[in-house]
């Protein structure tokens, strides 16, 4: 079984070394940066169109305050605007969270893509796959899925007086790499793997996420702010590498795997 196979070589993988993880990653940075601005790119034109829904409301609420400057406290119709204001308020909320879980799955399925194109350059592999090879199909439930628990997963944390958020970061970082080298697995299987794979690499794992984040925040300031679009991808090539040395790829599914998501 597929699943067995990965938890297997979760449980039998070797030590991670943070330097080394961290200098390959610099290296594949400089191959794959216009490749993750262009990811970058694809996401913000996806996710601007839903935060400009998610407004409506707002725009909404903002119209009855002003319906009840003119009218006084009822509206046209004999309710209290206070029930409406409400109402309004409450539509917003739901409003926020499915968006919020859209836009994740989205993010989520452009991520994992992105991941493809790191091995792929780094294996030396032809660049076969597509930008949305994640976002249709049998993958795209699976994506919502994924979403939804991590979404649930963070919420849960936070409710937990935050602290365990700095605990599940790093299994949640790790989720996606999973799914994109194990699209097949279920959605349960997948965040088994990366809470398996988050506990034992925990310590080293949430320093290289730590450290690659702050530096490419800090290069992108450097240049000028507009840098930061270029230099976020950054943070991706540690999780890459992260996966690949503790559970690295199979030989024989290397050369062929990418064309399966053209057809």
């Not at 006084?72 to 119709?77: F, N, P, Q, S, V």
């Not at 939804?148 to 944390?157: E, K, P, R, Y």
């Amino acid at each position: 079984m597929v699943s067995n196979t990965l938890f297997e070589k979760i449980e039998n993988s070797k030590p991670i070394d943070f330097g080394d993880i961290f200098n390959k990653s610099i290296e594949l940075f400089k191959k794959v940066w216009l490749q993750g601005f262009v990811h970058l790119l694809i996401s913000m034109a996806v996710m601007i169109p839903l935060f400009f829904v998610m407004y409506i409301p707002i725009f909404a609420l903002a119209g009855i305050s002003g319906y009840e400057n003119s009218y006084g406290d009822y509206g046209d119709y004999g309710y209290p605007n206070e029930e409406l204001s409400i109402g309004l308020i409450i539509l917003f909320v739901i409003l926020v969270l499915i968006i919020t879980m859209v836009a994740t799955a989205l993010q989520f399925g452009i991520t994992a893509h992105f991941y493809r194109v790191c091995k792929q350059v780094d294996l030396g592999l032809p660049e076969t796959s597509t930008y949305f090879m994640f976002l249709k199909g049998k993958y795209l439930g699976k994506i919502f899925t994924l979403a939804i628990a991590h979404f649930g997963i963070v919420l849960l944390s936070i409710l937990l007086c935050y602290l365990p958020v700095f605990y599940v970061i790093v299994p949640l970082q790790l989720l996606g790499v999973i799914f994109a080298f194990n699209p097949d697995l279920s959605a349960s299987d997948l965040i088994k793997a990366s809470f398996k794979l988050g506990n034992k690499i925990w310590l080293i794992a949430f320093g290289l996420v730590l450290i690659a984040s702050l530096l490419s925040q800090l290069v992108g300031m450097v240049l000028c702010f507009v840098g930061i679009f270029f230099t976020a991808s950054f943070v991706y090539m540690p999780i890459y590498y992260m996966y690949k040395d503790a559970v690295g790829f199979d030989d024989d599914t290397s050369q062929n795997e990418d064309t399966l998501f053209i057809k």
